[in-house]
Nanobody, 124 residues
């Protein structure tokens, strides 16, 4: 009902920058929160940053001052600008949203959706 497609991952040297994008598509009535999580090998998935439809943001302490999340509501797209990258930022980054789909003109209630993940590798 709601699909998330990420782009922008890759390999970057420590201290470098990278921008991730994630576009939501499908029969969407509304999108409440959009954000990014990440998972490194052998660890649990953790919050990176989230942004509400009104623009309120929340960041993990480990990325504050280095990462910036933004959103284009008209395009149902969320961005994550990452700078001053560190090797410990290496992970698969997953796009997330809490959205309410609409099907046959009926709202189906909010639910959580995830992208397929994009690899970010920071070399030292």
């Amino acid at each position: 009902q709601v699909q998330l497609v990420e782009s922008g991952g890759g390999l970057v040297q420590a201290g470098g920058s990278l921008t991730l994008s994630c576009a939501a598509s499908g029969s969407i009535f509304s999108i409440n929160v959009m954000g990014w999580y990440r998972q490194a090998p052998g660890t649990q998935r953790e919050l990176v940053a989230t942004i509400t439809s009104s623009g309120s943001t929340n960041y993990a302490d480990s990325v504050k001052g280095r990462f910036t999340i933004s959103r284009d509501n008209a395009k149902n797209t969320v961005y994550l600008q990452m700078s001053m990258l560190k090797p410990e930022d290496t992970a698969i980054y997953y796009c997330y949203c809490n959205a309410e789909p609409i099907l046959y003109a009926v709202r189906r209630g909010p639910a959580n959706y995830w992208g397929q993940g994009t690899q970010v590798t920071v070399s030292s």
